[in-house]
């Protein structure tokens, strides 16, 4: 069955540490999406991505970046950690039509100490 | 620009009642609309969906209508279970493909 893993599940990193979370994904979607989720904001757009070599910003995007340089992967980097980025992070796809169902990850819960 | 507003929880019912979870949303043209749920520990899973006007959206006893002239999509069910304890998200896509707009989320408990 087609699936979409994120990796590491739980990380813990210190202040100014570079971070790179994983997704990876079976279904074949163009679409790429990473959110995070926060107490009282629900979840909020990172960055995305439409296809190979197409990265856009999201609503929360300063100290974040991402690259897309196969279909199936969509790694987010934090630059440098801050303790303000400590949240749980999901990663979603979807196919690129009107109605489209996004599948999303298991999230990976990011401690900054 | 666009954006979703769902009631605040938590909503706290016994096992059997009548559940409603009310979302508006304010978005140019015509969007499509979601309901998705995330048990504890888990990433989100789509409940139900509907892409046009007066749409029902249905799944798992759970039910939401696509109003266009009051702007809603309030999700509802007839008898909950102690297993729809979860927490719930409106959300909307403005155009085909694009990333989702989410609500707060309202977290749901019910008792037996």
């Known amino acids: 069955d087609a699936e979409i893993t994120q990796s590491p599940r739980h990380k813990i990193t210190e202040t100014g540490r570079q971070v790179t979370l994983a997704c990876h994904q079976t279904?074949?979607?163009?679409?790429m999406f990473w959110y995070r989720q926060d107490l009282g904001h629900g979840l909020r757009l990172i960055h995305y991505?439409?296809?190979?070599?197409?990265?856009n910003k999201g609503e929360v995007s300063d100290g974040y970046s991402v690259s897309r340089s196969n279909t199936e992967d969509l790694p987010l980097t934090l630059e440098s950690a801050a303790s303000s980025q400590t949240s749980v992070y999901f990663c979603?796809?979807?196919?690129?039509?009107?109605?489209?169902?996004?599948?999303f990850g298991a999230g990976t819960r990011l401690s900054v100490l | 620009g666009n954006s979703v507003t769902q009631m605040e929880g938590p909503v706290t019912l016994s096992e059997e009642a009548f559940l409603t979870i009310n979302c508006t949303y304010t978005?140019?043209?015509?969007?499509?609309l979601f309901w998705y749920v995330q048990y504890p520990g888990e990433g989100l899973q789509l409940l139900l969906k509907a892409t046009k006007a007066d749409d029902k959206g249905s799944n798992k006893g759970f039910e939401a209508t696509y109003r266009k002239e009051t702007t809603s999509f309030h999700l509802e069910k007839g008898s909950v279970q102690v297993s729809d304890s979860a927490v719930y998200f409106c959300?909307?896509?403005?155009?085909?493909?694009?990333?989702?707009?989410f609500g707060k989320g309202t977290t749901l408990s019910v008792s037996s």
């Open positions: 991505s439409y296809g190979v070599q197409d990265t």
């Open positions: 979603a796809s979807s196919e690129g039509t009107r109605g489209n169902i996004q599948y």
């Open positions: 959300a909307l896509s403005g155009q085909a493909g694009t990333a989702l707009i």
């Open positions: 978005a140019t043209g015509y969007p499509s």
């Open positions: 279904w074949n979607h163009n679409n």
